[in-house]
C-alpha cells in the first residue's frame, strides 16, 4: 500500500512527499490497523494574509474495512500542519485498536460465578428449585440508577453523562464513523437542541431531531365564571 499526497490548489514539493513517507510508518499504521486499504494526504493553502498562522493545512484520511479515520491540522507551514495532524491520527487510531483490543478480552461469566458479580442473583437449591433473594412472599424493590425496579424489572447496566459541545450535521457524522456506532447522539448548533444521526441503508443516513414541546395545556382558573343564584 502507498502513500497518496496531493494538493488543493497548491503544489505538493518532492521533499514534502518525502517527510510524509517518514512521518506516516506504515508498519506502524497496520499494527494498529492490519486492513488499512489507503492512506491519503491532502495539502492545501489558504490565501487570505490574515490566516498566516494557519494558513497551510493537512488532511489525512485513513480507509479500512472499519471505520474512516480522518485527522487535520492547520500551522504556518505545511510540515508541522503534518505533524499536528499525524499525531491525532496515531492517537484515533490506538483508541480504535484498544476498542477492538477490549472487546476481544471479553468473557462470559460462568452460572457459578454468577451471584458473585450481580447482586440480589437468584441461585438453585440441591432439588433444582430457584430461591429468590427473599423468600417473604414480598415484591423486593430496588434502586437501578435512575429508576426504581420492582421484582424482575429493566435492568440499567451502565449509566453514561457526557459533556456536548453543539456541532454541524457534518461534524456528528463524521464522529459516528470515527467510533464506528450506528447512530451519534449530538446537540445540533443550529438548533441548540438534541438530536440523533443514524445510519440507514448503504451509505445514506437519517437524523432525528427533538424537539421540546413548549404547548402547556392551560385548565380554567376556579374564579372563572360566576355563580347562578335562586
Known sequence: ???????????????????????????????????????????????????ADRSDRVEITLRSRGPVIRAEAAASDPYAALDM????????????????FSRRGARRIPAAEVADHVPDAA??????????????????????GSLEVQGDGPLVV???????????????????ELVGHDFYL??????????VVYRRHAYDYGVIHLRTDTMVAEEPSPEAGGTLGG
Open 1 to 51: 500500500m502507498d502513500i497518496v499526497v496531493k494538493g488543493r490548489k497548491t503544489e505538493v514539493p518532492e521533499r514534502f512527499r518525502k517527510h510524509v513517507a517518514e512521518k506516516l510508518n506504515l508498519e506502524k499504521i497496520q499494527k494498529l490497523d492490519g486492513k488499512v486499504i489507503s492512506l491519503d494526504v491532502e495539502v492545501s493553502k489558504e490565501p487570505n494574509p490574515r490566516q
Open 85 to 100: 495532524a499525524a499525531e491525532k491520527l496515531g492517537a484515533r487510531l490506538r483508541k480504535q485498536h484498544d476498542k477492538r
Open 123 to 144: 441461585t438453585l437449591t440441591g432439588d433444582g428449585l430457584v430461591v429468590g433473594p427473599d423468600e417473604t412472599g414480598q415484591v423486593p424493590t430496588k434502586k437501578v
Open 158 to 176: 451502565r449509566e453514561k453523562t457526557h459533556v456536548a459541545s453543539p456541532m454541524t450535521l457534518d461534524q456528528a457524522l463524521y464522529e459516528m
Open 186 to 195: 449530538f446537540v445540533d448548533s443550529e438548533t441548540k437542541e438534541p438530536s
